[in-house]
């Protein structure tokens, strides 16, 4: 599927807001293309000539009802600092993924986030857990797997399973305060 910033739906359209289904696994051939398709677009999207010959808008990660499929699929890459500070590139496809646990402490960005499907700016803490721990089938190593994920990590897997529930960013804006700042929160 060609993917660009053309094709991915936009929250002026409903179809933003469907729910997402579970995906039969074994994958059909058609899933995994798709779920490949989505990982080009995220990895392609972060190489600045790449991204401006296709019409990428950058991205750390995309789900699949952003391309029109309500499917529970999302693609990731995250670069980040693990426990010891040295660097990482933590990078999933992900097949019907669910949040097991989720921290009592909160985080957020400090820029607030963006989406692909969202052209306004929405300034505001999106107040998240600090840390998860999520279950799925991960194509990228074949199997299923957990994820510890902290920090960063843990937003960007947040923001990209709220798509499978048809929510975005900035529903989680408060109106009234759109900076407030939870006690105890890690602040990224
Ligand atoms: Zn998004």
């Known amino acids: ?21 579970d995906v ?12 490949r398709d989505m990982m080009k677009y995220v ?27 309500p499917k529970k699929m999302t693609a990731v890459v995250v670069d980040d600092k693990d426990k010891d500070g040295n660097d990482v590139r933590y990078q999933f496809m992900l097949v019907n993924p669910r949040i097991v646990s989720s921290s009592v402490q909160p985080a957020y960005l400090e820029g607030g986030e963006g989406c692909l499907s969202v052209v306004n700016e ?24 957990e994820i510890r994920a902290r920090g960063y990590l843990a937003i960007v897997l947040q923001h990209e399973l709220d798509h499978f529930k048809g929510i975005l960013f ?19």
């Open 1 to 21: 599927m060609l993917i660009n910033n053309d094709t991915i739906i936009k929250d002026t359209d409903p179809l933003i807001r469907q729910k997402s289904e």
């Open 24 to 35: 039969p696994l074994p994958l059909s051939s058609e899933d995994e293309q798709l779920l």
């Open 43 to 69: 990895v392609d999207s972060t190489d600045p000539e790449i991204a401006e010959r296709e019409n990428l808008r950058p991205a750390v990660g995309i789900s699949a009802i952003q391309v029109g499929v």
């Open 122 to 145: 929405h300034e505001g803490h999106v107040i998240r857990s600090a840390r998860i721990k999520v279950r799925a089938f991960d194509l990228c190593a074949n199997q299923n797997i």
């Open 170 to 188: 900035y529903d989680h804006i408060d109106p009234e305060d759109p900076l407030k700042s939870p006690e105890n929160a890690l602040v990224l």
